[in-house]
């Protein structure tokens, strides 16, 4: 039978699609901002797709979401890199990845 090995963040973010790295989004509350049209996505993983979305209307300027992981490199919009981080809406009730721009 094969063993199981625990992996630690840094290994569970590159399995999860993004490079982690360190950056000064610690663990704290953040106002969504910058929204021009509809909602903050969102995601199950640091990139742009539709498919990836854990709700489909998320929080919009204004409301709170916490810090609650690390931040990982993704893609953004046609494919540019951008930086996401994991947080918990409470307004919502769910958790995944915000591209950070969005967050102030």
């Known amino acids: ?53 854990v709700i ?7 409301q709170k979401v916490q810090i609650t992981g690390s931040t990982v490199k993704g893609t953004g919009i046609n494919g540019v890199p951008a930086t996401y981080v994991w947080v918990y809406s409470p307004d919502f009730g769910v958790s995944g990845y915000v591209n950070t721009y969005f967050l102030g």
């Open 56 to 62: 489909h209307k998320g929080p919009t300027n204004g």
């Open 1 to 53: 039978m094969t063993e199981i090995k625990k992996i630690n963040g840094q290994e569970l973010e590159n399995v999860a699609g993004g490079e982690g790295y360190n950056y000064d989004y610690n663990s704290g509350w953040r106002t969504v901002k910058n929204i021009q049209s509809g909602y903050l996505a969102i995601r199950t993983a640091p990139s742009f797709a539709y498919e990836n979305e």
